[in-house]
């Protein structure tokens, strides 16, 4: 199958801080990309949705100003939780689609966030 | 009523035991269903991604939809402790996928 990669797999912040995720398709062009959002024990859920050149499409509930998500090739896609708080701490996984709305997702390994 | 519902479990079993995994759902614009492994703080693993109702066997997978009642199952045949995870269903129609909350399952050697 396709590869996704996400970086930083983990990352510790002082709240108050930024943080930056990268996901990258690495063997084919991602023309949607979705972040999800995880905590313990609990499924993903879907906090946005991007498309290469286009403004992202966040799900109800989600700040867009807090989770920035810049979507600026078809191979990477980045979500920049902004002025972090203990509460922001979570699993964040991301994952990437390439053509028709039939084909699968893939994913990437996720990035656990602790904001202390 | 959710979109989607799964027994999150645990569901604990011997190895060698067949496993059965399933979803339920409720908008029947979902065409393309699939299932998902996922380690402990890892990402999802696609393991099984069906368009018909029926059955597609995989290795010791197979995935089985049955679109008139709403409903999905994974069987794993011959189970190993390889296979503890939690798995995840997922659907869509013309939108993002929607998950199922995930069933965790240990298999005991």
């Known amino acids: 199958g396709a590869v996704v990669s996400q970086h930083p797999s983990w990352v510790i912040c002082k709240s108050g801080t930024s943080v930056k995720i990268e996901c990258r398709s690495l063997?084919?062009?991602?023309?949607?990309m979705f972040w999800y959002r995880q905590f313990p024990k609990q499924s993903l859920m879907l906090m946005a949705t991007?498309?290469?050149?286009?403004?992202?499409?966040?799900e109800q509930g989600v700040e867009k100003d807090k989770f920035l998500i810049n979507h600026a090739s078809l191979t990477l896609s980045t979500l920049t939780v902004t002025s972090a708080h203990p509460e922001d701490s979570s699993f964040y996984i991301c994952?990437?689609?390439?053509?028709?709305?039939?084909?699968?997702?893939?994913f990437g390994q996720g990035t656990r966030l602790t904001v202390v | 009523q959710k979109e989607v519902e799964q027994d999150p479990g645990p569901l604990s079993v011997p190895e060698g035991a067949i496993v059965s995994l399933n979803c339920t759902y409720s908008?029947?614009?979902?065409?393309?269903f699939m299932w998902y492994r996922q380690y402990s703080r890892k990402g999802p693993e696609l393991l099984m991604y069906?368009?018909?109702?029926g059955n597609k066997e995989d290795g010791r997978f197979t995935a089985q939809v049955d679109k008139s009642s709403k409903y999905i199952s994974l069987f794993i045949r011959d189970s190993q402790p390889s296979d503890s995870a939690t798995y995840l269903c997922?659907?869509?129609?013309?939108?993002?996928?929607?998950f199922g909350k995930g069933t965790r399952l240990s298999v005991i050697a």
């Open positions: 994952s990437a689609t390439y053509g028709a709305v039939n084909t699968e997702a893939f």
């Open positions: 908008n029947s614009a979902f065409q393309y």
């Open positions: 997922a659907m869509k129609g013309n939108t993002p996928l929607v």
């Open positions: 069906t368009y018909s109702s």
């Open positions: 991007s498309n290469e050149g286009s403004k992202a499409t966040y």
């Open positions: 063997d084919f062009q991602a023309t949607t």
